[in-house]
């Protein structure tokens, strides 16, 4: 079966990528824009939202239990509409947290799990695919609806500050930072139109499109997996999963967002 | 910079400000003052970043420049004239005389991004491409190509080089090479990678670019 659909998929990229070739009148955009409405009614991530809803409501770990007592910030239990308000302050933890780093916290709490050994678990092994798949499931949860992170605690617009600090951060053999590439509007790498991520890129573009099904790797990317690989891509060494920077990042990223329309979880090439 | 770049509480307590309203009910106030974040953003990088193959944590120990390159503000006139001299003065010109190699060399590096991620096994230069194409036009044939730097199509052709070993051409010649060098030689803080300068390519590397931009009969100058 995913061997099947990976064909078919394989099948409309390469259909994709000749609309874009035989229609060079028509923008880049313009023929991504159109793959992705071919592939409106089939994306993948639909499987991995399915897997992670019957996660949530799984007895699992040391202490099998469910999730459902989680709290990602609207009050335990509560999914819709927590994914496009976080990263955000959480009382118990005294920390601000995005969806990822809540999840262990109630891993461990709920479920007995060692959060900083889930940390430490390689992406596309053990339970990772757990994580890919809830927040899969919970940031669909909140599709269609607007971007609204709070920035009333101090604690948020602290880490609002650190992260526009990391965004134009730079560093390494390349000098990269994040505002390399998503700091002016309208630019590409290649062929990859590229988020102006200092304001608002609109509905469904940039913060707005992740976590997301890859067509071109075959997997489910959360937003943690998203953040990792730009890292790798900027020459800088490696970010600890759900550490400090990603959710400064995430924060930046998601209140400049503020009333854009999350498309998640999307489609990419 | 444009407005969209302004943090959403900045804009908003600017707006405030003109209309003479209370920021307090804006939830502005306590936004902590810059220069009270350095040594918390400086423990943030430490404890959130970790050494994975040939990327170690010694690449967020910025140098002078990035750190000046930092701020998400444009430079001052005497902070982006300081910092061009200093990679003009950086740049070594080939140590042969010689500043063309070979076009053809040129566009497979041209074609290459690869080089100095955690996945890959070597920091040498003979490792790296130069990732000309993640940015540039550079030829009619390859269609996909970034935009985040100019388009360097008839790179050559377009400043009048008819024979890169000309007097003529030398001034032009010897302009192409401290950019490849050292990009920010003439423009501090660019976004372009200082290829000689961090050792990212080596001379005969930047040779076969050089060719790439400056030879007639490169693919470049058709």
Known sequence: MKRFVQAALGALVAGGVALVATAQTKSTADGIAEYRRMLEDGNPAELFEAKGEALWKQPRGPKQATLEACDLGKGPGVVQGAWVELPRWFADTGRVQDLESRLLTCMQTLQGFDAAALAKTPFGQGEMHTLEALAAWISGESRGLKFALPQAHPQERRMYELGRRAFYFRGGPMDFACATCHGEPGKRIRLQDLPDLRGNPGNGVGFAAWPAYRVSSGEMWSLQHRLNDCYRQQRFPYPGYASEVTIALGVFMGVNARGSESIAPALKR | ?222
Request: neutral net charge; aromatic residues 6%; glycine residues 10%.
């Open chain 2, 1 to 222: 910079m444009t407005a969209s770049s302004t943090p959403p509480c900045v804009r908003r307590a600017a707006l405030a400000t003109g209309l003479g309203l209370a920021l307090l009910g804006l939830g502005c106030t306590t936004a902590p003052a810059p220069a009270d974040l350095e040594a918390p953003f400086q423990a943030m990088l430490r404890s959130s970043f970790r050494d994975e193959g040939i990327a170690k944590v010694d690449r967020l120990q910025q140098e002078p420049g990035q750190l000046a390159c930092s701020s998400g503000q444009p430079l001052d006139a005497a902070t982006a004239a300081r910092l061009q001299a200093e990679a003009l003065a950086s740049v070594k010109p080939p140590s042969d005389g010689r500043y063309l190699g070979d076009w053809r060399e040129g566009e497979k590096l041209a074609q290459s991004g690869r080089g100095m991620t955690w996945s890959d096994r070597s920091s040498a230069a003979s490792a790296n491409g130069g990732s000309c194409y993640n940015c540039h036009q550079l030829t009619k044939a390859e269609i996909s190509f970034g935009t985040i730097g100019p388009s360097l199509y008839q790179y050559g052709k377009l400043r009048g080089v008819t024979d890169p070993a000309s007097a003529q051409a030398r001034p032009m010649v010897e302009y192409t090479w401290s950019r490849l060098y050292n990009a920010w030689s003439h423009n501090a803080c660019s976004n372009m990678p200082r290829f000689g300068h961090k050792g990212l390519l080596d001379e005969q590397q930047l040779r076969h670019l050089m060719a790439l931009l400056l030879d007639p009969a490169s693919a470049v100058n058709q």
